[in-house]
C-alpha cells in the first residue's frame, strides 16, 4: 500500500454534515472526495470546476433591496397574519 500523509483542514460542521450525506449517498467519505480533486487539480494542472460569483438580475437584486427596506422600517408596511386576511384585503381593494 502507498504511504499516506495527513491533512487537517477546518470547516463548518453543518457543512461537513451536508457534504457526508451527500457523498455517502454517492458511496464515498470526505477522504476519497478530497482525493479524487486533488488527482483532478493535477491532472488539468488547474481548479477543475469554474468557480463564478454568483450574479443577481436587475429584478432579484430590486426584490432583496425591497425586502431590506421592509425588514428595517416594518412599520411602514401592512402585515398579514394568514392567506384569508390577504385575500379579504384584495377583495376589498377598489384601485385594483
Do not use: C, H
Request: glycine letters at 4%.
Amino acid at each position: 500500500m502507498a504511504k499516506t500523509d495527513t491533512l487537517n483542514i477546518r470547516i463548518e460542521p453543518e457543512l461537513k454534515k451536508e457534504v457526508e450525506g451527500t457523498l455517502n449517498d454517492l458511496g464515498m467519505n470526505i477522504a476519497e472526495a478530497v482525493t479524487i480533486f486533488l488527482k483532478q487539480v493535477v491532472l488539468t494542472d488547474s481548479i477543475p470546476f469554474t468557480i463564478k460569483k454568483p450574479k443577481f438580475s436587475d429584478d432579484m437584486l430590486e426584490a432583496i433591496a425591497e425586502a431590506d427596506e421592509i425588514l428595517k422600517n416594518p412599520d411602514k408596511y401592512k402585515s398579514y397574519n394568514n392567506l384569508g386576511e390577504i385575500l379579504e384585503d384584495i377583495n376589498n381593494d377598489e384601485t385594483i
